[in-house]
């Protein structure tokens, strides 16, 4: 008798049998190809799947740290240096 079963589509529309499997292939997809023959590819999609606190962290820094820099004045170079790069 058949029976139904639970499955996840990637973006590709390729079916896997868990969240994180359909994940990984989606974040495989958005790298391209990584390493000779893109054999690289889908350890660094694991990986990233791994990393994924660490990894979301390092964005929640850089989120803040370029709205920080938002207000922050343009630098120019200083007065006294130009003078002595100058002479």
Same mark, same amino acid.
Do not use: W
């Given at each position: 008798?058949?029976?139904?079963?639970?499955?996840?589509?990637?973006? !590709?529309?390729?079916?896997?049998?868990?969240?994180?499997?359909?994940?990984?292939?989606?974040?495989?997809?958005?790298?391209?190809?990584?390493?000779?023959?893109?054999?690289?590819?889908?350890?660094?999609?694991?990986?990233?799947?791994?990393? !994924?606190? %660490?990894?979301?962290?390092?964005?929640?820094?850089?989120?803040?740290?370029?709205?920080?820099?938002?207000?922050?004045? %343009?630098?120019? %170079?200083?007065?006294? !240096?130009?003078?002595?790069?100058? !002479?």
């Amino acid at each position: 008798m058949a029976k139904a079963i639970e499955a996840y589509r990637d973006e !590709r529309g390729n079916l896997h049998h868990s969240p994180a499997s359909a994940i990984v292939a989606d974040i495989a997809a958005a790298l391209g190809r990584v390493g000779d023959e893109g054999g690289l590819t889908v350890g660094v999609a694991k990986l990233i799947m791994e990393k !994924r606190a %660490e990894i979301e962290q390092a964005f929640a820094d850089y989120d803040a740290l370029e709205k920080a820099a938002d207000g922050l004045a %343009e630098v120019i %170079e200083h007065p006294a !240096r130009k003078s002595a790069a100058a !002479r």
